[in-house]
């Protein structure tokens, strides 16, 4: 090509009314629709839908399977309910980065310190000795909620400068849930809520990263999400639903159904009156091995001394590597 012809080639965008950079911009375009989608969103396909009128009612079936939620809360629609709700926690902790997690469990009733010292004060005032002996209990107990806020402070605060952080995760509630929350909050870290719905404790502590709040119908699919990316459990003292998430936890590890990982029972008094172990041994029910499932813990500092013998969390943080696994 002749010098003459190449400058008039530069300059045609020009005379065109286009300038070289829109005409780059136009052919990267061009290059973009050989991956452009060929169909619509579901969302851009829900939110342009409008039924016409003999066909708006709550009685009509018209509305899209998947925006007709009158359609999706059917019986024989449980099994996509159950899909859903092991996806959406699943994908959105994915994509927030959290990779592996320490669960914090313990009863919803447990009062923080500054809430139970008044009701005492209350209670002797008014001078009814059961009424006293409950309000003594339960100021004697407040000193696990603040066990749990420092525990999950230090976690996060500790876990903060490693290849993959540690994240505390609740049951969403009130008591040692909230206090876990709590601690992470006041560290300036994130925290998980996995909450329940139930005929009470509804609604989620206010400590919870909203982003990680979640709420779920089904109990199986909770305590699955629970484990599932979680390098160790931390039992605070608790009732029947605490015991059931401990026992699910200690039967998995047990038979080999998930990986060991530890297990770290605050207060050491009320879980042996609890559980009688030794019964347990010596009538044949488990074996001696299975009381090395669990260890007993007093306070924070104890119990990440013992996550740190497990994990190495003192060796450089190349060297630390990833701790959870799916179940």
């Not at 190449?6 to 375009?29: Q, T």
């Not at 050491?268 to 499932?293: A, K, Q």
Request: aromatic letters at 10%; proline letters at 6%; charged letters at 25%.
């Amino acid at each position: 090509m002749s010098r003459a012809r190449r400058r008039a080639a530069r300059e045609r965008p020009a005379r065109s009314g286009l300038s070289r950079g829109s005409v780059k911009l136009r052919a990267m375009d061009k290059k973009l629709d050989l991956t452009a989608r060929n169909f619509p969103t579901a969302q851009e396909e829900a939110e342009s839908l409008i039924a016409p009128s003999r066909y708006g009612g709550p009685e009509s079936a018209y509305r899209l399977a998947f925006t007709d939620t009158d359609f999706l809360l059917r019986e024989e629609l449980r099994p996509v309910r159950m899909q859903l709700e092991l996806l959406k926690p699943e994908m959105v902790q994915t994509e927030q980065g959290i990779e592996s997690t320490i669960v914090i469990f313990g009863s919803a009733r447990i009062l923080p310190p500054e809430v139970a010292a008044p009701l005492l004060a209350a209670a002797r005032a008014e001078g009814d000795p059961l009424v006293v002996k409950r309000a003594e209990m339960q100021v004697q107990m407040s000193r696990y909620y603040d066990e749990a806020r420092r525990f999950a402070e230090l976690v996060t605060v500790r876990s903060r400068s490693m290849d993959t952080p540690i994240y505390v995760v609740t049951g969403g509630g009130p008591g040692i849930m909230e206090a876990g929350n709590r601690g992470a909050f006041e560290a300036e870290g994130k925290s998980i809520g996995l909450n329940i719905v139930l005929p009470h404790e509804q609604a989620p502590n206010p400590y919870i990263t909203p982003e990680l709040c979640f709420q779920f119908h089904y109990f199986a699919l909770r305590k699955m999400h629970f484990l599932m990316r979680s390098i160790a459990l931390v039992c605070f003292p608790g009732g029947f639903g605490t015991l059931d998430e401990l026992f699910e936890t200690m039967t998995l590890i047990q038979t080999g159904k998930c990986r060991r990982r530890p297990i770290l029972l605050f207060g050491r008094e009320f879980w042996t009156r609890l559980i009688n172990f030794e019964l347990l041994i010596e009538t044949g029910m488990i074996s001696p091995g299975d009381v090395n499932l669990f260890h007993f813990v007093e306070t924070a500092e104890e119990a990440w001394a013992c996550l740190e013998a497990e994990y190495g969390f003192d060796l450089p943080a190349t060297q630390t590597g990833d701790f959870a696994v799916d179940i």
